[in-house]
């Protein structure tokens, strides 16, 4: 037989013997995108201070997108450069129901309003944003964006951050484009002594205008109109502001989560919402009972009863009247003259679903009161949002969102006052939370504060908000509804709410999203593959076989083919030698100074951070047969036929998408 042709054969079939067994054992360290401690310690020690940067993106994202363009880096983010960490946010796109009616403002698709997402910036390029994409890891963004209605938020990176007694940490208030939103990163601890807040920054209030029909008893009942005559503007919602709504800007009809404005002639504003509580929304809100007398005027109202409840916004109150007893005579009763104190009040906005990995909103702004005496009260503005990442949150602080009173009226008082904002959102994922108190409360009802006989309608009060951590328990973690406002007329003073009802309890104990919810790029952690060739020990290239009496080399190559790091100290790499071979004990190769022991290492992909096979403990022996091994045995010097298994272990912490090869001899019987 050829010996060439020989040869082979014998190769392949001692490889198959050689390849028999290797086992490879190392500890991935997981992570998300994100540089923790990049900013160091951050203290705040005065009142307002802004530690976000908030940029407009100027086009539509779409999902698995790598880039952001935004208005102006220079401008609005002059901080941001590689490695920091920012949050993409859309606040409002939803579509609504524009029919003439109590649905008028259903949410019949929420589209991209409340998706939010976190990534590592790779670097800047003119007003580009390009995002970290580790090898492809990360895919780009999670979710798609609007064209105009997303923001980038720079994120704080601190190893730690204090907030002294009597400082604060705010947003920029929300412009209709960017802020409202507080977001920050602390590696370690958060120490609240102070507040984080974001009262009164999110969704904006509608505004007052002074045109209004005459007072009669036709006058308008619709609930959307184009006709600033014919009503108050709504509140600012998931679903745009003023010329965003379908319909127009005006009327009682609530948008979303926006509160609806009083009608002509001069009804209050309802209350914005956020939380939903679980009851069903009906836009009327909460009658106050804090009287047990008012129970008799709210049975009578024709729309609700003492016992109604409702989620969401509180209702605006009642239209212009003078005098009557309101306890025995009903709303639209002519006996009551003027506009006859009919039911035409702002409805209270709707709840929103949370979802805690997927969306968060801001509360609702409150209608305006209708007006036409330059005396009637905006809406109140909604709570933004605050979303802390931290390993531990503590202090005697508050970490709050609360909404925004509805204006009170003003001058002469002849006019109606506007609905409370809703609570906000705040979101605290830590792995120790403690101490620290929380708000998301709904803003009241603005007051009529008329000293004579004619009333209108106060404001409704806002809905609470949501409240989600992880890591223990705050002390009091309060999602209330705002209160109705009130009048002071002095023909309501056996029932000052005057029609105006309270908004809801939002949704104060909820869960933080967990690591696998939150939307992080999340990167593939270290991940290891090793394996085994073996090849004929021919360093003098004299074409030697693999026959008996020459030396084969074992080769392994392991890689780390994730994207961080393997745990230093903890890769295992073992070998059972099969029994056709012998251990060599020597030199690896004699020619090389560099390379002392029976072992070779080699950075074959990048610089691995890895170290072997010379020190103490990093190769171990075994002489026992079968596959169960009891390492402790000294090979003798030379080749040692007793060596069975072989137990290696690097030192140091395997880098990302690097590879080593870890080589030994052995001769052939």
Known sequence: MNRQLSDIALRRSLSSVYLAFLALCGTAQFSRAETPGKDGPITVSTSNTVLNEYGQVSGALLAGQSSIPVTSLAGDLPSLEAGDL???????GATISGVNSVDYGAVTNLNSAGRYEFHTVESISGNTINLQGYGGACGGLTYGYDINRA??????????????????????????????????HVRDTLTVNGTIHTNARGFRG????????????????????????????????????RDDYPG????????????????????????????DNGLTWNGQGNPDRSVAAWDSAWDIDGTLTSLTVSSGGGRGGYTYARDGDALTRPPGDSGWGNDFRREVGGLGGR???????????????????????SAAGAG??????????????????LINSNGQAGRNTTSGHNDAPGGGGAGGTVVVKANTLSSVRMRVRGGRGGNQLITNNENEGPGGGGGGGVIAYSGGTPPSALATGGV???????????????????????????????????????????????????SVWDPLNEDLYNIPGNDVVYTFDIQNTGYTPVEIDTIVLRDMLPPEVTFYNGEFDPSDAAVTGPFEFEDITG???????????????????????????????????????????????MAPQTSVAIRFRARIK
Request: glycine content about 20%; charged content about 15%.
């Open 607 to 653: 610089v691995s951070g890895l170290t072997c096979c010379s020190g103490s403990g990093e190769a171990e022996y075994s002489n026992t047969a079968g596959v169960v091994a009891s390492f402790g045995y000294i090979p003798d010097p030379g080749y040692d036929d007793d060596v069975r298994h072989i137990r290696v272990s690097p030192g140091g912490e």
């Open 380 to 397: 109140g503005r909604g709570g933004g949002l605050v979303f802390i990442i931290a390993d531990t949150v503590t202090g005697s602080g």
């Open 206 to 241: 509608g505004a007052v205008d002074n045109l209004t029909t005459p007072p009669n008893i036709a006058g308008p009942a619709e609930y959307v109109s184009s006709d600033a005559a014919r009503g108050a503007e709504k509140g600012e919602s998931i679903a745009g502001y």
């Open 151 to 184: 923001q980038v938020i720079r994120v704080p990176q601190a190893t730690t951050l204090t907030v002294n007694s009597g400082s604060s940490i705010r947003s920029d208030i929300w412009d209709g484009s960017t802020g409202g939103v507080v977001a920050l």
């Open 351 to 373: 709840p929103l679903t949370f979802q805690a990995g997927g969306r968060l909103f801001f509360g609702g702004g409150g209608g305006a009161g209708d007006g036409n005496n």
């Open 248 to 275: 127009g800007r005006y009327n009682r009809g609530a948008p979303a989560n926006g509160g609806g404005g009083g009608n002509a002639h001069n009804a209050g504003g309802g209350g914005g919402a956020n939380g």
């Open 86 to 92: 920012i949050m993409i946010y859309q606040a409002q």
């Open 484 to 534: 109705n406002g009130t009048t002071s007329a002095t023909s309501m003073t056996e029932f000052i709410p005057n029609g105006a009802t309270r908004g809801a309890l939002g949704q104060p104990n909820e869960s933080a999203p967990s690591d696998a919810e939150l939307p992080f790029c999340v990167i593939p952690p270290g991940r290891l593959t090793a394996t085994k060739s073996v």
